[in-house]
Protein backbone atom coordinates (compact mmCIF):
# COMPACT_ATOMS: atom_id res chain seq x y z
CA UNK A 1 0.00 0.00 0.00
CA UNK A 2 0.78 3.40 -1.27
CA UNK A 3 1.71 6.13 1.74
CA UNK A 4 3.15 9.31 2.13
CA UNK A 5 3.72 10.83 5.89
CA UNK A 6 4.63 14.40 5.80
CA UNK A 7 6.42 15.99 8.90
CA UNK A 8 8.49 19.47 9.74
CA UNK A 9 6.04 21.80 9.62
CA UNK A 10 5.28 24.44 12.58
CA UNK A 11 5.75 28.32 13.25
CA UNK A 12 8.55 30.44 12.11
CA UNK A 13 9.32 34.08 11.60
CA UNK A 14 9.65 35.75 8.47
CA UNK A 15 13.11 35.41 7.05
CA UNK A 16 13.50 31.96 9.01
CA UNK A 17 14.35 28.61 7.76
CA UNK A 18 12.13 25.23 7.79
CA UNK A 19 12.75 21.94 6.57
CA UNK A 20 9.54 19.53 5.45
CA UNK A 21 9.97 15.75 5.15
CA UNK A 22 7.94 13.02 3.48
CA UNK A 23 8.40 9.48 4.33
CA UNK A 24 7.29 7.19 1.09
CA UNK A 25 6.47 3.69 1.45
CA UNK A 26 5.12 1.20 -0.45
CA UNK A 27 6.72 2.02 -3.76
CA UNK A 28 10.15 3.19 -4.64
CA UNK A 29 10.95 6.88 -4.71
CA UNK A 30 13.84 6.81 -6.99
CA UNK A 31 12.16 5.88 -9.97
CA UNK A 32 9.25 7.90 -9.50
CA UNK A 33 8.75 11.67 -9.99
CA UNK A 34 7.55 13.25 -6.27
CA UNK A 35 6.24 16.44 -5.94
CA UNK A 36 5.27 19.06 -3.22
CA UNK A 37 2.43 21.24 -3.27
CA UNK A 38 0.94 23.36 -1.25
CA UNK A 39 -2.48 24.77 -0.34
CA UNK A 40 -2.82 28.24 1.50
CA UNK A 41 -5.76 28.69 4.53
CA UNK A 42 -9.03 28.44 2.61
CA UNK A 43 -7.03 28.95 -0.46
CA UNK A 44 -6.84 26.44 -3.56
CA UNK A 45 -3.95 24.41 -4.60
CA UNK A 46 -0.70 25.74 -5.73
CA UNK A 47 2.38 23.21 -6.72
CA UNK A 48 5.68 24.17 -5.82
CA UNK A 49 8.74 21.94 -6.70
CA UNK A 50 9.35 18.46 -8.23
CA UNK A 51 12.04 15.84 -8.28
CA UNK A 52 12.36 13.31 -11.15
CA UNK A 53 13.83 10.34 -11.26
CA UNK A 54 17.35 11.17 -12.82
CA UNK A 55 16.94 14.21 -10.36
CA UNK A 56 16.40 16.90 -12.13
CA UNK A 57 14.45 19.54 -10.20
CA UNK A 58 11.81 22.22 -11.01
CA UNK A 59 10.19 24.70 -8.76
CA UNK A 60 7.23 27.34 -9.04
CA UNK A 61 8.32 31.05 -9.89
CA UNK A 62 7.08 31.62 -6.26
CA UNK A 63 10.09 29.57 -4.26
CA UNK A 64 12.99 29.88 -6.85
CA UNK A 65 15.73 30.42 -5.26
CA UNK A 66 14.49 30.12 -1.96
CA UNK A 67 13.06 26.61 -1.62
CA UNK A 68 15.26 22.87 -2.64
CA UNK A 69 13.82 19.85 -3.48
CA UNK A 70 15.84 16.69 -2.61
CA UNK A 71 15.54 12.78 -2.29
CA UNK A 72 17.29 10.23 -0.34
CA UNK A 73 16.92 6.80 -2.04
CA UNK A 74 18.17 5.54 0.86
CA UNK A 75 15.74 6.49 3.34
CA UNK A 76 12.54 6.64 0.73
CA UNK A 77 12.19 10.37 1.92
CA UNK A 78 12.29 13.56 -0.05
CA UNK A 79 12.70 16.71 1.42
CA UNK A 80 12.06 20.64 0.76
CA UNK A 81 14.19 22.89 2.44
CA UNK A 82 12.64 26.27 2.39
CA UNK A 83 14.58 29.55 3.28
CA UNK A 84 13.68 33.18 3.76
CA UNK A 85 10.62 32.41 4.35
CA UNK A 86 7.40 34.80 4.09
CA UNK A 87 3.87 35.01 5.40
CA UNK A 88 2.43 33.99 1.85
CA UNK A 89 4.34 30.81 2.30
CA UNK A 90 1.93 30.06 5.03
CA UNK A 91 0.55 26.86 3.75
CA UNK A 92 -0.50 23.40 4.27
CA UNK A 93 2.29 21.51 2.32
CA UNK A 94 1.45 17.96 0.51
CA UNK A 95 3.86 16.06 -0.89
CA UNK A 96 2.82 13.60 -3.97
CA UNK A 97 3.65 10.78 -5.84
CA UNK A 98 3.54 11.14 -9.79
CA UNK A 99 2.38 8.63 -12.15
CA UNK A 100 2.54 8.64 -16.23
CA UNK A 101 3.45 12.55 -17.63
CA UNK A 102 5.18 14.74 -15.36
CA UNK A 103 1.90 16.83 -13.52
CA UNK A 104 0.05 13.51 -12.50
CA UNK A 105 -0.01 13.04 -8.93
CA UNK A 106 -2.29 9.96 -7.87
CA UNK A 107 -1.21 9.35 -4.28
CA UNK A 108 -0.87 12.37 -1.69
CA UNK A 109 0.31 12.32 1.73
CA UNK A 110 -2.15 14.18 4.50
CA UNK A 111 -0.15 17.18 4.60
CA UNK A 112 1.91 19.38 7.08
CA UNK A 113 1.24 23.00 8.27
CA UNK A 114 3.51 25.84 8.03
CA UNK A 115 2.58 29.31 9.31
CA UNK A 116 5.39 32.29 8.43
CA UNK A 117 4.02 34.86 11.52
CA UNK A 118 5.79 37.05 14.02
CA UNK B 1 1.92 30.64 -16.89
CA UNK B 2 -1.52 29.36 -17.99
CA UNK B 3 -4.15 30.30 -16.15
CA UNK B 4 -7.12 27.91 -15.15
CA UNK B 5 -10.47 29.17 -14.39
CA UNK B 6 -13.44 27.13 -13.33
CA UNK B 7 -17.11 27.63 -13.06
CA UNK B 8 -18.98 28.33 -11.32
CA UNK B 9 -17.21 28.74 -7.72
CA UNK B 10 -19.94 27.42 -5.88
CA UNK B 11 -22.73 25.04 -7.04
CA UNK B 12 -25.58 23.99 -4.73
CA UNK B 13 -27.24 20.81 -5.42
CA UNK B 14 -29.75 18.00 -4.45
CA UNK B 15 -28.73 14.25 -4.29
CA UNK B 16 -29.51 12.62 -7.63
CA UNK B 17 -29.08 15.89 -9.55
CA UNK B 18 -26.66 16.08 -13.06
CA UNK B 19 -23.52 18.40 -12.22
CA UNK B 20 -21.60 19.86 -14.64
CA UNK B 21 -18.19 21.81 -13.90
CA UNK B 22 -16.17 23.84 -16.50
CA UNK B 23 -12.72 24.36 -16.45
CA UNK B 24 -11.03 26.71 -19.30
CA UNK B 25 -7.62 26.96 -19.73
CA UNK B 26 -5.82 30.34 -21.13
CA UNK B 27 -4.25 28.69 -23.96
CA UNK B 28 -4.89 25.52 -25.18
CA UNK B 29 -3.45 22.49 -23.11
CA UNK B 30 -4.57 19.11 -25.75
CA UNK B 31 -5.48 16.84 -23.20
CA UNK B 32 -3.56 17.71 -20.12
CA UNK B 33 -6.34 17.96 -17.62
CA UNK B 34 -6.64 16.56 -14.21
CA UNK B 35 -9.72 16.33 -11.68
CA UNK B 36 -9.07 16.46 -8.28
CA UNK B 37 -11.65 15.53 -5.44
CA UNK B 38 -10.60 17.23 -2.01
CA UNK B 39 -13.09 17.29 1.39
CA UNK B 40 -12.22 19.44 3.78
CA UNK B 41 -9.40 18.65 5.89
CA UNK B 42 -8.15 15.77 4.13
CA UNK B 43 -5.54 15.74 0.84
CA UNK B 44 -6.35 16.10 -2.70
CA UNK B 45 -8.03 12.76 -4.66
CA UNK B 46 -7.23 12.20 -8.23
CA UNK B 47 -10.38 11.50 -10.14
CA UNK B 48 -9.59 12.27 -13.76
CA UNK B 49 -6.33 12.38 -15.79
CA UNK B 50 -5.74 13.40 -19.35
CA UNK B 51 -9.17 14.92 -19.53
CA UNK B 52 -11.37 11.73 -19.70
CA UNK B 53 -9.77 8.44 -18.25
CA UNK B 54 -11.29 7.44 -14.87
CA UNK B 55 -8.47 6.65 -11.86
CA UNK B 56 -9.32 3.01 -10.89
CA UNK B 57 -12.14 2.68 -8.11
CA UNK B 58 -13.22 5.96 -9.06
CA UNK B 59 -17.20 5.74 -9.43
CA UNK B 60 -18.32 5.67 -13.27
CA UNK B 61 -20.81 8.19 -12.36
CA UNK B 62 -17.96 10.92 -12.98
CA UNK B 63 -17.01 11.58 -16.64
CA UNK B 64 -14.57 14.15 -17.48
CA UNK B 65 -14.15 15.20 -21.24
CA UNK B 66 -12.88 18.55 -23.65
CA UNK B 67 -9.90 19.11 -25.09
CA UNK B 68 -7.81 22.25 -26.16
CA UNK B 69 -8.81 24.85 -23.52
CA UNK B 70 -12.61 23.86 -22.68
CA UNK B 71 -13.07 20.94 -20.41
CA UNK B 72 -15.60 19.61 -18.06
CA UNK B 73 -16.63 17.37 -15.20
CA UNK B 74 -19.74 15.57 -14.95
CA UNK B 75 -21.24 13.54 -12.14
CA UNK B 76 -24.24 12.16 -13.26
CA UNK B 77 -25.91 11.46 -10.12
CA UNK B 78 -24.92 13.67 -7.55
CA UNK B 79 -24.70 11.16 -4.22
CA UNK B 80 -23.86 12.29 -0.30
CA UNK B 81 -20.39 11.71 -0.87
CA UNK B 82 -19.72 14.08 -3.96
CA UNK B 83 -20.29 16.99 -1.69
CA UNK B 84 -16.71 18.01 -2.02
CA UNK B 85 -14.35 21.04 -3.38
CA UNK B 86 -13.21 19.88 -7.24
CA UNK B 87 -9.89 21.32 -8.79
CA UNK B 88 -8.80 21.02 -12.46
CA UNK B 89 -5.18 21.03 -12.96
CA UNK B 90 -3.54 21.52 -16.28
CA UNK B 91 0.30 19.13 -16.96
CA UNK B 92 0.78 20.40 -20.28
CA UNK B 93 3.60 23.58 -19.36
CA UNK B 94 5.46 24.42 -16.28
CA UNK B 95 4.50 25.99 -13.51
CA UNK B 96 1.45 23.14 -13.64
CA UNK B 97 -1.41 25.23 -12.28
CA UNK B 98 -5.04 24.47 -10.71
CA UNK B 99 -8.60 26.22 -10.78
CA UNK B 100 -9.71 27.73 -8.32
CA UNK B 101 -12.09 25.25 -7.00
CA UNK B 102 -15.58 24.85 -7.45
CA UNK B 103 -17.42 23.97 -4.04
CA UNK B 104 -20.62 21.54 -4.57
CA UNK B 105 -22.68 21.97 -1.67
CA UNK B 106 -25.77 20.60 -0.47
CA UNK B 107 -28.98 22.28 -1.89
Known amino acids: EVQLVESGGGLVQPGGSLRLSCAAS????????MAWVRQAPGKGLEWVSV???????KYADSVKGRFTISRDNSRSTVSLQMNSLRAEDTAVYYC????????????WGQGTLVTVSS | DIQMTQSPSTLSASVGDRVIITCRAS??????LIWYQQKPGKAPKLLIY???TLENGVPSRFSGSGSGTEFTLTISSLQPDDFATYYC?????????FGQGTKVEIK
Open chain 1, 51 to 57: IYSDGTT
Open chain 1, 96 to 107: AKGRGNPGCYDY
Open chain 1, 26 to 33: GFTVSTNY
Open chain 2, 50 to 52: KAS
Open chain 2, 89 to 97: QQYNSYSWT
Open chain 2, 27 to 32: QGIGNW
